[in-house]
């Protein structure tokens, strides 16, 4: 799966070893999903404290364009019903249901963000339209397509949970929200 020149060009894109060895588990979780195109996979994936992350944007860009063993399409498509401070609701069809009719829909809401301690977080005071979207969009997508994208998590979400220095944490979250890689700390620890 990896041969030397995947893994000399993941060298030239990784500042140090423990990026690298990011680098590696990022691209070997989710190499298959970017055509195995290291640079592309690396720009869209994470890792949060050793456990690959998918970019929620990502995330959504990998369900619409895949396609089944027959090169069918899965995902009819997905789209934002409301998004306010408030809250968020997506609908999305899959290709395979159309028959039925079916829309799925996820709700998040500042009160369900409330409820788990996040709007005490910077990136949710600051940019809380832009988090309630991408916590329901990451939650439908894995509900809905979990065979693309299996238990996938966005890296804002694993911070929020597994990072506790304040200052690193938000640095992730904003960084994830508005589609760049995250810092890396000397530590390796993200």
Known sequence: MLNQDTINLIENLSKNKNDFDDNVKAFLTFGHLFKDNPAVTLANTYVISGKPALNADAMCGVVRRYTDADGVKICAYIRVIELTEDGCIIGTKRRDELDFDIEHTWTFTAEDAEKRGLLKQRAWR????????KRCLTALLRAVYPEIIGQ???PDELAENMITDEKLRDEIMFASAEGTRPPQDNKGEC
């Open 126 to 133: 600051t940019m809380r339209k832009s988090m309630l979207h």
């Open 152 to 154: 996938s998590y966005s």
